[in-house]
């Protein structure tokens, strides 16, 4: 079955340090990929996403590129802020099903 | 849009009991999601519906657990004689059918049940 592997937390910046979160998955077909992140005392929202193959998402100064030969999703973000402490969750949904497979999510800690 | 809306936030409950769950949806997302989430995991596929039919169950759920949405909007999961594993965050989520399947979710901010 599908499943989506992330990096382990938690993660600890300090601010405007460089952020990475590492993402693979496994799916049959051709899967669209996604970040979501949950705040503290949050639901779930939307990071980004990417429907294809070299697809980038972008929000927020975050970026993901889909990377097919891979099987990765990787999330990065040039300079944090402790606005973005959160756990961020990766995700894919399968264009041959109608559910989303997560990752167990990372949680990020910034400092000032 | 006023968001996914799930009731009641919290539920405590002892083993043995029934309990119910409510969400609604945004009102022109006709697909809804329930998932299950414990502490540092990421959300599990519980189930799903495209209106009122309920296309896919996962093997988690188990007899005990059972899912509705009658006219296409509200859906209530219930859980019958509730375990101290069924302790969990139930969440719901709703999506748009775009004609594919790359519409993101939209989560309510979940149900959490504790069950004594």
């Known amino acids: 079955g599908d499943s989506v592997t992330q990096m382990e937390g938690p993660v600890t910046l300090s601010e405007e340090a460089f952020l990475t979160i590492n993402c693979t998955y496994t799916?049959?077909?051709?899967?669209?990929l996604f970040w979501y992140v949950q705040y503290p005392g949050e639901g779930l929202q939307l990071l980004l996403k990417?429907?294809?193959?070299?697809d980038k998402g972008s929000n927020k100064g975050f970026e993901a590129t889909y990377r097919k030969e891979t099987t990765s999703f990787h999330l990065e973000k040039g300079s944090v802020q402790v606005s973005d402490s959160a756990v961020y969750f990766c995700a894919l949904i399968n264009t041959n099903a109608g559910k989303s497979t997560f990752g167990d999510g990372t949680t990020l800690t910034v400092k000032p | 849009d006023t968001g996914v809306s799930q009731d009641p936030r919290h539920k405590i409950t002892k083993r043995g009991q029934n309990v119910t769950f409510r969400c609604d949806p945004i009102s022109e997302h006709n697909r809804l999601y329930w998932y299950r989430q414990t502490l540092g995991q990421g959300p599990e596929f519980l189930t799903y519906?495209?209106?009122?039919?309920?296309?896919?169950k996962s093997r988690l759920l188990s007899d005990r657990f059972s899912a509705e949405r009658p006219k296409g909007s509200f859906s209530t999961l219930e859980i019958q004689r509730t375990e101290q594993g069924d302790s969990a965050m139930y969440l719901c989520a709703s999506s748009r059918d775009g004609g594919s399947y790359n519409s993101p979710l939209h989560f309510g901010n979940g149900t959490r049940l504790t069950v004594t």
């Open positions: 799916a049959t077909g051709y899967p669209s």
């Open positions: 519906f495209q209106n009122e039919a309920q296309l896919e």
């Open positions: 990417a429907t294809k193959a070299d």
